[in-house]
Nanobody
Framework: QVQVVESGGGLVQAGGSLRLSCAAS????????MGWHRQAPGKQREYVASITGGGRTNYADSVKGRFTIARDNVKNTAYLQMNSLKPEDTAVYYC?????????WGQGTQVTVSS
């Protein structure tokens, strides 16, 4: 079992920055793939970014060049640095940690970008 807790959301003006944190605990978390999805009001949840246990990263086209995912395997924490935020980035951001081919999700953190 893996437990995941997100933090760091909030309200920011367009063009601003936020850093989300995702703390994982439980089964072999330092080796687990981790990532972020988001869900805007009235829309389906969508992929944002992910990072493997070895540090390989991947991003959705909509956030490339603006968002950076990183991890600290000592702290078992993943981070999502979000720069140049746009109103369309407004969503609940969910973190996951994958263990044995199953994704374990956090409760989400709200990010609101005002224009």
């Amino acid at each position: 079992q893996v437990q995941v807790v997100e933090s760091g959301g909030g309200l920011v003006q367009a063009g601003g920055s936020l850093r989300l944190s995702c703390a994982a605990s439980g089964s072999i978390v330092s080796l687990n793939d981790m990532g972020w999805h988001r869900q805007a009001p009235g829309k389906q949840r969508e992929y944002v970014a992910s990072i493997t246990g070895g540090g390989r990263t991947n991003y959705a086209d909509s956030v490339k060049g603006r968002f950076t995912i990183a991890r600290d395997n000592v702290k078992n924490t993943a981070y999502l640095q979000m720069n140049s935020l746009k109103p369309e980035d407004t969503a609940v951001y969910y973190c996951y940690s994958n263990w044995r081919w199953r994704d374990y999700w956090g409760q989400g953190t709200q990010v609101t970008v005002s224009s």
